[in-house]
Structure formats: C-alpha cells, structure tokens
C-alpha cells in the first residue's frame, strides 16, 4: 500500500477544517455568493499547494511559463456549492503531450487522494479553442476560465484569443447554447413550476443565470453581469432579479449540500418540507408551510426565468442585422404601436396609456398574437411593473370585450395566458389568480403548480379540436367555448384554502362571472362547471357503469346534455393537464363509458339506448368470432352475454374471444388460468386470471398478494364473474424491476406464481420485499398530508355497499385492504383500484354472506376500524 504524499495529508487536513469553517460560515447566516466565494478561496490554497508539490516532484524540471492550471465553470466562477467536484484544465504549449503528461498524472491523483471531485482535462490552445466551437459544454466551462496557478502569460494569451474567437463566431455559439440549454431543460423540467425542481439545472435555476453570462461573454466579450448593466445591455430590473434569484438559489444549493453531506441538487418533497422548516416557514390557513416555502422558491425562479430570457432575446435580435434594423424600420398599426420585422413595442404615448389601462394591454396582445411578433422588452417591462403597482381595480367594459372575446377561441390562447400572467394583467381581470400564483399542490399526482396547471388544462382543452375521436368532435362542436375555457381556467382556484377548494372554486367562479359581466345562464353554467369539475371524473372511476343507478344519479345532477359535452371536456382536459400520462387510455375509456351512457339520458331515445347500441354491436362482433362449432355450443352465447361492458369497449372482439377460449379450458382438474401482456400506451404489464371458483377462496386478495410479493406495483384492477362461478380478473401492474417491456420469461413467471398463489390449497401468505428505508423514504412518509379515509355508500347501488378508500400507497396495501373484508365475510363483487403516483383510490362493491347489503351501525363501525388498522400496518413481512 503506497504512502499518501505529505502535502495530500495536509491537504486533507486542509479541507476537513475549510469545510467545517463554510458550514460555519453558512450556519451563521452568510449568504450564498459569500459562502461559494469562501469555500472556492480554500480550495484555491489546497489546489495551489497539491500544484507545488506536484511540480517540484517532476524527474524533469519544466519550464514554469509552458503551462498554466485554469479552474473552470463552477469552480472558475467561484460558486462552488461546498460538495460540487471542482473542473481544472491543464494548458500548456511549447512542450510535447509526452513531457506535460507526468505533471498532469500527479496532480491529478494528489487532489483525487486529497478528497476533492475533479473534472479534469489537459488541452493545447489550440485543441481548447477547437473543442469549443463544436461542443456547448466546453465552451460555457471555458467561458469562466480562472487562473490558479502557472503561467500568466500562457493565461491572458489564451483568454484573448478565446474571447476574440468567440466574437467572430458569436452568432452560430449563441445558437449553440441555447440549444444546449433547452435540451437540458427538457431533461430537468422544461417549466418553472415543476414540483421536483433542480436547483441547478431546471428552468429559472442557476443554469437561466450563468446563461447571462454565458451569452454575454460569447456576443460582448463581457459576462459580469453589473459590467452588462454599466454597458447598456441588461436593464437594473432585469440584473435585480438575477442577482435575487442568484443568492437565494445559490443559499438553496449550499443548504441542500450541508444537510445531505453530498452534491444534491435536486429539491424533492423530502427535502421540500426540509427547507420549509429550516426557513421557519409557518404556513398560512389551507397552506402548508412547504407550500409557502415552495411558493417562495417558484416567485424567485420566475424572475429569473423571464429575466434571463429577456437578455437572451436581446442578444439574439442584436446579433442579426434584421434585428438591429428592426427598430428602424417599424411602422405604426395602432395608435401608439409600431411594427418591426420581429418585434411590437409601444411609444412613448403608447407606453403611457398601457401603464394604465388593461385593455390596452390586451389589445397590444391581440395585435401581437395576430402579426406573430414578440412584444418588446422595454414594452414588456413597463406593462409588468405598472400593472404590480396597479392592484385590484376598476377593469373597464373595452377590458372585459376584449378579454372574452380572447378567450373565446382556442388557437393559441394557452400561451397567451401564459403571457398575460406573466405580465399580471390576468390577475387584473380575475383577481383569484394573484393568490393561485406560485402555489404548490403538495401531493405526487400533480406536476405543475396551481396557476400553471389550469392555464396548462385550457390548452389541453384546445388541442383536443386537431383530434378526431370523440373528444375532439364534442369540443368542435361547443358553441359556448368561452365558459369552457374559463371554467378551465378558474377550476382549481380554490386550492390553498381551508375550505373544500371546489367550494371555493363556486364562490370565486361566481363572483369571477359578476365581474365580467356574464349573464345568469352563463354564470349559472360557470358556476356548475366549477363546482362539479370532479364530479364526472369521480363517478366514472368509483362506481361500475354497467349498473343503471349510477348512471342515472350523474344524470340527474348534471341536468343538461350542455354541460354534459363541457364536463367531459373539462374532466380530459384536467387530467391531461395534470402531467404525461395522467390522461392514460384506460381512463379515458371509462369517462367516455359514463359520456356515452349519460347522453342517451338525454336525448329522445330511450334512455340509455345509443350506448346499449354501442355494445350490442361489440357483442355481435365478438360473436362473429367464434368458429361454427362454437357458434352450436350454447355455452358461448351464455358467456358472451355476460361480458360486462367495459371489457366490451376496451378490449378488441379478436382478443375477447382468445381469453373466452381460455376459460372454456378451465376444469375442475384445472381450474386456474393466467396470462399477461404488455401494454405500451400506458408503460405497464395488463395480468389476467380466469378461475373455476369452487368455493369461496378470497380470490381478490390472493392475488394482489401474489402480484406484490413478485415487487409489481399494481395501478388498477377490475374483477367480475361469469356464468358458472367463473371469476375473470384483470390487473395492470407495472414491474420495476424492467424499463420497458419485460421479457416473456418474465411475465411466465408472474402467471406461474398467479396459478400457484390462487390454489386454495395454498394457506402460505405473501412474502413481499423489504425495503431499505432511507432517510429520503422516511422523510416522504412524514411529509404525507391526507389522512386515510374510508366512506361506506348505501344508496347508489340497489343490491350493494359501495366501500371507497382513500390512502396513500405503499406495499401490500391492496393486499391487506381486500384480506381485511374477507376476514370479516364480505363477498367482494366489484373492485375498481386507481393509482395515481403515491396515492391510491379503491372502491369495492360488496355485500354480507347472504347477499345483503352491510347497514348495521355497529359492523360498519368495526369495519372502518378494521380496514383503518390494516392501512396503517407498515411493517413488511419477512
């Protein structure tokens, strides 16, 4: 074992004590730039020592003016986070790779023995410049070269030609930056309200910052910020901003590092509710104190997003002689507007009344929607901060005209509010969007925040129109697309209340309709839209839409075939909004279910007779199926009869009639038959069991033990019964243990173990996994907000108890739940399960062994007990 060199033991030393002073320093309440600044100082000292030993220990003396050690990105810019590795290159010339390579050898084991991260590279002038004009990283990291030690001459030689380099090619490396930043931005989160943001790479984070400099280096030759300012090039407001947002950002960073003794970035709900505490953030009546804090945090990285972009877009329009010659070239095509070939501003004039009346902001908007120009940064800004002064106010009747008519179209209506947000003229109009800004929904379901989910729903609603299916025909067809769309946009303002938020959302859509000057039909429907906004979702996943009573309770509250074409919309487009894949084939299948059922309600046929049309036809095409042999055998027609409806719509004629076939397999010999497939829309594993049910087994249970136990995370399940006690269960999983579609080996293994677990012969119960419970497991189950709820329903179903449970997931819970009723002699008749992310609603038809419904006092009470006992068991089993 060789022996540590002396100057590396003292730089371990070194570093130990650096570390302990920063987290000192930090503790004490140093700012972000102080504390980075700090800490890259103490790594200057001990870099700079491991450099002298390291030369001194050369068999070879070099010349000291043919090589220069430059401290790059982070590290070069000095804001290095406490536990970020440290980027060093290596420039020399006039010696050959041969001689300089026993140098570069040495230090870089000395610094990696030392205990420090190091991104290393060893580079001529030359190969540096080359490299950066075709790869973005290089150039960035090259962009904040410092000199640590070496040649000063090499240094400043090396720094002029790069910077001189980069002016040349200012344009074609601008480009290059920016691509590589969206790209990132695309792997990080595209959006700033993304609820697991990265502090470092996501949008409106530290990245939107070193762009500035980035940018400002390549087109100007300068990246300091302050100097962009002296120079004319980054307005005071902008430069507050980022400056803001870079010491609240960088603070972030220093405290994610400290906490977790590492390099973390990454700001997750654990670390969420962290942070809050560690700010004494307290909370407000209906929010949390992490939904303060993260309130904070999207506000500071807004700024910073919009600032930086601003600058960029500066950049771009200079560096393109159209762009330059734009602002000469405008013409006049509103009173106090001009037209350029990219751009839109407002004179002086122009700017004046902007500042003080929204219509005029919305028409600037118009015009620059329909001419497909960007509004100017000097008429951005002026808008932005007169309507922050601005407050609640008088909107005149020109503002309302104008605002409805904005909304009454889809084209590209989500992005411009998008931008009327941004601006907050939106907030002017509809006040309740001032307290939905920024705020977070602390759950895994939702991926955006309050204010960006429901301007992100109504351009979900909008791209429905480019489809052709049912959903894009009912919202083509919708002559009142303006209440849909502001229903849309108000459906979710009631968040972070006390208050139930659709209890809220009715009181604001109603007093939302009265400033707008809607009349009583409109605001009526508003209103229902609003207030009902769960409602279609609800019915369709709890309750069994081939009963009729179901069917006719969702009718009767909806009243109308009007609201119902807009509740359909609006429930898509609510979860479309929610995040990818949320708007899932299986969901969307079931909404339609309900929409189709419902319709006939309301049209002059006879009730329910378009969707019984639908599935008489899909009865007969499963039919035509069959072989003529099977076509004489009653015992098909029996069982084609008794195909619920759901699988009927959902599954194709060909794929019903192969799993038929394998129940007509099924013996008293054999009785268990399973199967699997892999189901590419929804990235999951569908399992299937036919089982000849000789006695009542507690099939339910046994099998979701037996899919947990093999590690698959089950996200739904329906269960129904054949004719001839045939149980015919389908559930779809998704197994973490395979990225993609699993090998067929795989899901033989899953159906072999289906087989084996449903024996009733088999009294063994599951085995499932153990879980390592890491800080970050534990600290997520301590951030759960929603209690556990249990409600019993005796009234929508004629012959059963409907049990609805709301939890949050973990392994086994399926398992437990359904144990815990057959436990107490429930005979489970319908299962509907739903997962979304880390929290789960199951609803279960059931009734007692004699087939009644359970309504005593007392056993539903022992019942709730029971099932709230099993949802709170987390040990696992072993």
Known sequence: MSTLHPQVVKARTQLLDARAKAATLHYSGASGPQLCFAWADHVDVVVNGLIEASVQNLPTPLDPNCFAFIALGGYGRRDLAPFSDIDLMLLYRGVTEAQIAPLARSIAQMIVDAGLQLGFSIRTPFQARQSAWTDATILTSLAEMRLIEGSETLFESFLNSFRNGCKRRSGRLAVMIEKERFLERQKFGETIYLLHPNVKRSRGCLRDVQIVRWIGFVCFGEKDPEQLVEMGLLAQEDFQAIRDGYQYLLRLRNELHFGTGRAQDSLDRSKQVEMAAIMQFKGTDGVLPVEEFMQQFFEFTSEVRYSSANFVGMARSRMSVVGFLSRFLGWPIRKGIRLGLNEIWATRSGLSRLQTDPAKVLELMQVSNRYNRRIEHRTWRTIRQAMLRRRDGHVGTEAIDRFLQLISEPGRLGEILRRLHELRVLEQIIPSMRHARCLLQFNEYHKYTVDAHCIRSVECAGEFAKTDDVLGRVYRGLKNKMILHLALLLHDLGKGFIEDHSEVGRVIADETARLLKLSDVDRELLVFLVHHHLLMVNTAFRFDLSQKDPIIHFAKQVGSLERLQMLMVLSCADLDAVGPGALNEWKLNLILQLYDATEAQFRSDSP???????????????????????????????????????????????????????????????????????????????????????????????????????????????????????????FVVQDPDYEGTPPPDRIDQICRHLVLSIDPQNTKPPVFRRIWKTKSTVDAASARTQPTQIRFDNSTSEHHTIISVFAYDRIGLLYDISKAMFDLSLDLHVAKVSTHLDQVVDVFYVTDMECQKVTEPTRLYTLRQTLLRAIETVEPRA
Do not use: C
């Not at 009927?648 to 129940?663: F, Q, Y």
């Not at 699997?676 to 999951?684: H, P, R």
């Open 608 to 730: 329910g007779q378009r969707f019984l049309d639908i599935v008489a036809t899909q009865r007969a095409a499963v039919m035509a199926h069959l072989t003529a042999t099977e076509h004489e055998d009653p015992w098909w027609t029996e069982q084609i009869d008794a195909i619920p409806s759901g699988y009927l719509i959902s599954i194709k004629p060909n794929e019903l009639v192969h799993e038929l076939r394998r129940m007509h397999q099924l013996t008293t010999d054999r009785p268990v038959q399973a199967w699997g497939k892999f189901l590419g829309s929804q990235d999951a594993i569908e399992y299937v069991t036919a089982v000849l049910q000789q006695q009542s087994s507690g099939l339910f249970h046994r099998i979701a033990g037996a899919l947990t136990s093999q590690g698959l995370s089950i996200l739904s399940a329906e269960i129904h019964t054949q004719p001839g006690r045939i149980a015919w269960d389908r």
